[in-house]
């Protein structure tokens, strides 16, 4: 493993290996000692950072979080951004949505992983989101962008098609204004 000059690189380069091993094989391929072994250190360098796997898959789940909003920031600040990041049009956001489904997956039969903040970057999402969109708007169209995710990932539409029914929506809500949920 290359020197690293600080903690938090180090952090990240034990993160990146996880969301590597998760893309690629699934969160049930992750484990201390396969962290360990794709990022090239040892497994009590692991532990030390993370001290259990519950941890270090939470972490892992943050920095994947991180990393989407810093490519969202890159390419705009507004929602259209922000939900496009959801919609695998490549291969980093493919591994993205493979690793995110795993996580949403795993939690559901996961005490120890349902017990953590788990939601607490969607509902971040959602509240950025509705800052353009209010009321119910940002909800629907959090649940329209994974819906289409899902599609693309299924082979049911590509992604420029899905990308094409959320500028869609989005428009359709410019132009009518969102309608308040009773």
Do not use: C
């Amino acid at each position: 493993m290359p020197k690293l000059s600080d903690h938090a690189e180090r952090r990240a380069h034990i993160l990146d290996a996880l969301l590597r091993i998760a893309a690629a094989r699934g969160l049930h391929a992750v484990s201390m000692r396969t962290v360990a072994a794709e990022s090239g250190v040892t497994v009590s360098t692991v532990q030390y950072w993370f001290h259990t796997k519950e941890r270090l898959l939470f972490a892992g789940l943050e920095h994947l979080a991180l990393g989407v909003s810093q490519r969202a920031a890159s390419t705009g600040d507004d929602a259209r951004a922000w939900l496009v990041q959801l919609i695998p049009a490549d291969d980093e956001q493919r591994a993205a949505y493979t690793v995110f489904a795993a996580y949403h997956a795993l939690a559901l039969t996961d005490p120890a992983l349902a017990a953590l903040p788990y939601a607490r970057n969607s509902a971040a999402l959602e509240n950025r989101i509705a800052a353009e969109f209010p009321g119910p708007g940002a909800a629907i169209l959090l649940a329209l962008a994974t819906g289409l995710a899902d599609g693309v990932m299924a082979g049911m539409r590509t992604a420029e098609e899905a990308i094409a029914l959320l500028d869609h929506q989005l428009a359709r809500m410019d132009r009518v204004g969102v309608v308040e949920v009773p």
